[in-house]
Protein backbone atom coordinates (compact mmCIF):
# COMPACT_ATOMS: atom_id res chain seq x y z
CA UNK A 1 0.00 0.00 0.00
CA UNK A 2 1.29 2.94 -0.95
CA UNK A 3 0.94 6.62 0.85
CA UNK A 4 -1.28 9.39 -0.25
CA UNK A 5 2.27 11.45 -1.65
CA UNK A 6 3.65 8.54 -3.49
CA UNK A 7 0.33 8.07 -5.40
CA UNK A 8 0.24 11.62 -6.37
CA UNK A 9 4.00 11.15 -7.51
CA UNK A 10 2.91 8.55 -9.30
CA UNK A 11 0.36 10.23 -11.14
CA UNK A 12 2.47 13.43 -12.06
CA UNK A 13 5.10 10.95 -13.71
CA UNK A 14 2.10 9.34 -15.69
CA UNK A 15 1.58 12.83 -17.24
CA UNK A 16 4.87 14.05 -17.74
CA UNK A 17 6.68 10.54 -18.02
CA UNK A 18 9.51 11.81 -15.29
CA UNK A 19 9.69 13.43 -11.53
CA UNK A 20 12.37 15.40 -10.29
CA UNK A 21 13.73 15.60 -6.81
CA UNK A 22 13.91 19.29 -6.63
CA UNK A 23 10.41 19.51 -7.72
CA UNK A 24 8.79 17.35 -6.08
CA UNK A 25 10.15 18.92 -3.05
CA UNK A 26 9.06 22.32 -3.90
CA UNK A 27 5.84 20.60 -4.42
CA UNK A 28 5.14 18.42 -1.42
CA UNK A 29 7.59 20.67 1.10
CA UNK A 30 9.12 18.09 2.33
CA UNK A 31 12.83 17.08 2.52
CA UNK A 32 14.91 15.57 -0.54
CA UNK A 33 15.34 12.62 1.90
CA UNK A 34 11.55 12.10 2.26
CA UNK A 35 11.14 11.97 -2.04
CA UNK A 36 13.96 9.68 -2.75
CA UNK A 37 12.51 7.02 -0.12
CA UNK A 38 9.07 7.98 -2.00
CA UNK A 39 10.87 7.05 -5.42
CA UNK A 40 13.00 4.67 -4.02
CA UNK A 41 9.63 2.46 -2.92
CA UNK A 42 7.76 3.10 -5.92
CA UNK A 43 10.46 1.85 -7.84
CA UNK A 44 10.75 -1.26 -5.60
CA UNK A 45 6.98 -1.50 -6.47
CA UNK A 46 8.06 -1.44 -10.22
CA UNK A 47 6.19 1.26 -10.67
CA UNK A 48 9.37 4.26 -11.61
CA UNK A 49 12.59 3.52 -12.70
CA UNK A 50 14.89 5.98 -10.89
CA UNK A 51 16.97 8.03 -12.92
CA UNK A 52 19.65 11.05 -12.01
CA UNK A 53 17.73 13.53 -9.88
CA UNK A 54 14.61 11.76 -10.28
CA UNK A 55 12.81 9.19 -12.06
CA UNK A 56 10.65 7.80 -14.54
CA UNK A 57 7.98 5.03 -15.49
CA UNK A 58 8.74 2.03 -15.42
CA UNK A 59 8.64 0.31 -18.91
CA UNK A 60 6.72 2.74 -20.62
CA UNK A 61 4.86 0.94 -23.54
CA UNK A 62 1.54 3.69 -24.48
CA UNK A 63 2.24 7.14 -24.93
CA UNK A 64 0.38 9.87 -22.70
CA UNK A 65 -3.03 10.93 -23.87
CA UNK A 66 -2.71 13.39 -26.52
CA UNK A 67 -5.00 16.09 -24.09
CA UNK A 68 -2.58 15.46 -21.30
CA UNK A 69 0.37 15.88 -24.04
CA UNK A 70 -1.24 19.48 -25.38
CA UNK A 71 -0.81 20.85 -21.59
CA UNK A 72 2.44 19.27 -20.85
CA UNK A 73 5.27 21.65 -20.91
CA UNK A 74 2.62 24.33 -22.97
CA UNK A 75 4.97 27.39 -22.59
CA UNK A 76 8.05 25.57 -23.77
CA UNK A 77 6.24 24.30 -26.85
CA UNK A 78 5.18 27.38 -27.76
CA UNK A 79 8.84 28.88 -27.73
CA UNK A 80 10.28 26.12 -29.60
CA UNK A 81 7.36 26.63 -32.42
CA UNK A 82 8.69 30.59 -32.96
CA UNK A 83 11.88 29.26 -32.73
CA UNK A 84 11.53 26.98 -35.13
CA UNK A 85 9.47 29.05 -37.32
CA UNK A 86 12.31 31.50 -37.56
CA UNK A 87 14.77 28.76 -39.28
CA UNK A 88 12.16 28.53 -42.46
CA UNK A 89 11.95 31.27 -44.82
CA UNK A 90 8.71 32.36 -46.90
CA UNK A 91 8.62 30.62 -50.22
CA UNK A 92 9.84 27.30 -48.43
CA UNK A 93 8.31 23.37 -48.57
CA UNK A 94 8.25 21.80 -45.80
CA UNK A 95 7.01 18.28 -44.34
CA UNK A 96 5.38 18.93 -40.16
CA UNK A 97 4.53 15.52 -38.92
CA UNK A 98 2.26 14.83 -36.00
CA UNK A 99 2.61 16.03 -32.59
CA UNK A 100 1.65 18.71 -30.14
CA UNK A 101 4.70 20.79 -30.70
CA UNK A 102 4.33 20.81 -34.13
CA UNK A 103 1.20 21.81 -33.90
CA UNK A 104 2.91 25.18 -32.23
CA UNK A 105 5.93 25.36 -35.01
CA UNK A 106 2.45 25.75 -37.24
CA UNK A 107 1.02 28.33 -34.91
CA UNK A 108 3.52 30.43 -35.23
CA UNK A 109 4.15 30.07 -39.18
CA UNK A 110 0.95 31.50 -39.86
CA UNK A 111 2.55 34.85 -40.88
CA UNK A 112 4.76 32.99 -43.58
CA UNK A 113 4.20 33.25 -47.26
CA UNK A 114 3.82 31.08 -49.76
CA UNK A 115 4.97 28.07 -48.02
CA UNK A 116 4.17 24.25 -49.34
CA UNK A 117 3.04 22.53 -46.48
CA UNK A 118 2.85 18.32 -46.41
CA UNK A 119 1.25 17.26 -43.36
CA UNK A 120 -0.16 14.06 -42.09
CA UNK A 121 -1.85 15.63 -38.90
CA UNK A 122 -4.78 17.14 -39.35
CA UNK A 123 -4.64 19.85 -36.54
CA UNK A 124 -1.65 21.36 -38.88
CA UNK A 125 -3.72 21.10 -41.56
CA UNK A 126 -6.66 23.22 -40.08
CA UNK A 127 -3.94 25.57 -38.29
CA UNK A 128 -2.31 26.28 -41.92
CA UNK A 129 -5.09 26.51 -44.52
CA UNK A 130 -6.93 29.30 -43.94
CA UNK A 131 -4.18 31.34 -45.37
CA UNK A 132 -4.57 31.66 -48.98
CA UNK A 133 -1.00 32.18 -50.17
CA UNK A 134 -0.18 28.67 -48.36
CA UNK A 135 -0.63 25.49 -50.07
CA UNK A 136 -1.35 22.47 -47.45
CA UNK A 137 -1.36 18.80 -48.94
CA UNK A 138 -2.58 16.12 -46.38
CA UNK A 139 -1.13 12.69 -46.88
CA UNK A 140 -3.27 9.87 -47.56
CA UNK A 141 -3.84 7.27 -44.74
CA UNK A 142 -6.45 6.50 -42.10
CA UNK A 143 -7.10 8.74 -39.48
CA UNK A 144 -6.35 8.26 -35.78
CA UNK A 145 -8.83 9.52 -33.80
CA UNK A 146 -7.00 9.92 -30.94
CA UNK A 147 -4.72 12.72 -32.38
CA UNK A 148 -6.02 13.03 -36.03
CA UNK A 149 -2.41 12.03 -37.25
CA UNK A 150 -2.38 10.12 -40.53
CA UNK A 151 -0.64 6.46 -41.00
CA UNK A 152 -0.17 4.14 -42.66
CA UNK A 153 1.72 2.34 -46.25
CA UNK A 154 -0.58 4.87 -48.20
CA UNK A 155 0.58 7.47 -45.98
CA UNK A 156 3.99 6.89 -46.75
CA UNK A 157 3.50 6.33 -50.15
CA UNK A 158 2.26 10.19 -50.45
CA UNK A 159 5.78 11.18 -48.95
CA UNK A 160 7.83 9.89 -51.00
CA UNK A 161 6.26 11.49 -53.69
CA UNK A 162 8.04 14.59 -52.55
CA UNK A 163 11.70 16.11 -52.07
CA UNK A 164 11.39 18.81 -50.07
CA UNK A 165 13.11 21.64 -48.07
CA UNK A 166 12.44 20.92 -44.96
CA UNK A 167 10.95 18.11 -42.19
CA UNK A 168 10.10 19.26 -38.81
CA UNK A 169 9.81 15.94 -36.52
CA UNK A 170 8.95 15.23 -33.21
CA UNK A 171 10.34 12.75 -30.93
CA UNK A 172 8.38 10.80 -27.84
CA UNK A 173 11.70 10.01 -26.31
CA UNK A 174 15.31 10.13 -26.67
CA UNK A 175 17.80 8.16 -25.16
CA UNK A 176 21.63 8.97 -23.98
CA UNK A 177 22.34 7.01 -26.40
CA UNK A 178 21.31 9.64 -29.20
CA UNK A 179 18.24 7.15 -29.90
CA UNK A 180 14.75 9.03 -31.39
CA UNK A 181 12.42 6.55 -30.29
CA UNK A 182 8.64 6.54 -30.44
CA UNK A 183 5.08 4.01 -29.37
CA UNK A 184 3.95 3.57 -32.89
CA UNK A 185 5.36 1.35 -35.54
CA UNK A 186 3.29 3.58 -38.27
CA UNK A 187 4.00 6.44 -37.24
CA UNK A 188 7.55 5.32 -36.87
CA UNK A 189 7.99 4.54 -40.45
CA UNK A 190 6.07 7.59 -41.83
CA UNK A 191 8.37 9.62 -39.25
CA UNK A 192 11.80 7.60 -41.38
CA UNK A 193 9.88 8.38 -44.71
CA UNK A 194 9.84 12.25 -44.04
CA UNK A 195 13.45 12.43 -43.01
CA UNK A 196 14.40 10.47 -46.10
CA UNK A 197 12.61 13.34 -48.34
CA UNK A 198 13.60 16.24 -46.77
CA UNK A 199 17.11 18.64 -47.33
CA UNK A 200 16.97 19.71 -43.78
CA UNK A 201 15.84 18.29 -40.70
CA UNK A 202 14.63 19.64 -37.98
CA UNK A 203 13.81 17.98 -34.30
CA UNK A 204 11.63 20.12 -32.13
CA UNK A 205 10.94 18.63 -28.59
CA UNK A 206 10.76 19.60 -25.32
CA UNK A 207 13.13 18.56 -22.64
CA UNK A 208 10.53 16.33 -20.89
CA UNK A 209 11.57 14.28 -23.92
CA UNK A 210 15.01 13.60 -22.61
CA UNK A 211 14.22 11.44 -19.75
CA UNK A 212 11.75 9.59 -21.20
CA UNK A 213 11.21 6.01 -23.05
CA UNK A 214 9.75 4.27 -25.67
CA UNK A 215 10.13 1.15 -27.83
CA UNK A 216 9.91 1.74 -30.78
CA UNK A 217 13.52 3.67 -33.16
CA UNK A 218 13.01 6.20 -35.57
CA UNK A 219 16.38 7.48 -36.43
CA UNK A 220 19.51 8.83 -34.30
CA UNK A 221 20.24 11.99 -33.72
CA UNK A 222 23.31 12.05 -35.81
CA UNK A 223 21.05 12.38 -38.86
CA UNK A 224 19.06 15.29 -37.48
CA UNK A 225 20.45 18.58 -38.64
CA UNK A 226 18.86 21.14 -36.36
CA UNK A 227 17.38 20.59 -32.63
CA UNK A 228 15.51 22.44 -31.38
CA UNK A 229 14.75 22.43 -27.27
CA UNK A 230 13.76 24.68 -24.33
CA UNK A 231 17.03 22.93 -22.41
CA UNK A 232 19.48 20.47 -22.72
CA UNK A 233 19.72 19.32 -18.98
CA UNK A 234 22.30 15.85 -19.21
CA UNK A 235 26.08 17.16 -19.74
CA UNK A 236 26.02 14.17 -21.60
CA UNK A 237 23.40 14.47 -23.82
CA UNK A 238 25.15 17.92 -25.38
CA UNK A 239 28.75 16.57 -25.29
CA UNK A 240 26.10 13.84 -27.75
CA UNK A 241 25.03 16.50 -30.03
CA UNK A 242 28.35 18.17 -30.32
CA UNK A 243 29.77 15.14 -31.35
CA UNK A 244 27.85 14.44 -34.17
CA UNK A 245 27.36 18.59 -35.00
CA UNK A 246 23.88 18.71 -34.81
CA UNK A 247 23.48 22.28 -34.37
CA UNK A 248 21.22 22.85 -31.31
CA UNK A 249 18.87 25.71 -30.01
CA UNK A 250 18.08 26.46 -26.61
CA UNK A 251 15.01 28.56 -26.12
CA UNK A 252 15.38 28.87 -22.38
CA UNK A 253 18.89 30.33 -22.41
Known sequence: MHTQRQNEILEIAKIHGSVSVDSLVEKFQVTPQSIRKDLSAL????????????????????????ANRRMLAHKEKQAIGEAVASLIPSNASLFINIGTTNEAVAQALVNHKRLM?????????????????????????????????IVGESTIDFINQFQLDYAVIGASAMNNNGDLLDYDLREVRVSQAIVSN??????????????????????HISKIDTFVTDRVRQPGFRKLLDSFDVTTTETCN
Do not use: C, W
Open 43 to 66: SDAGLLDRVHGGARLASMVDNVSY
Open 198 to 219: AKHVILASDSTKHERTAPIRIG
Open 117 to 149: IITNNINVASILSPFRENQVFITAGKVRSSDGG
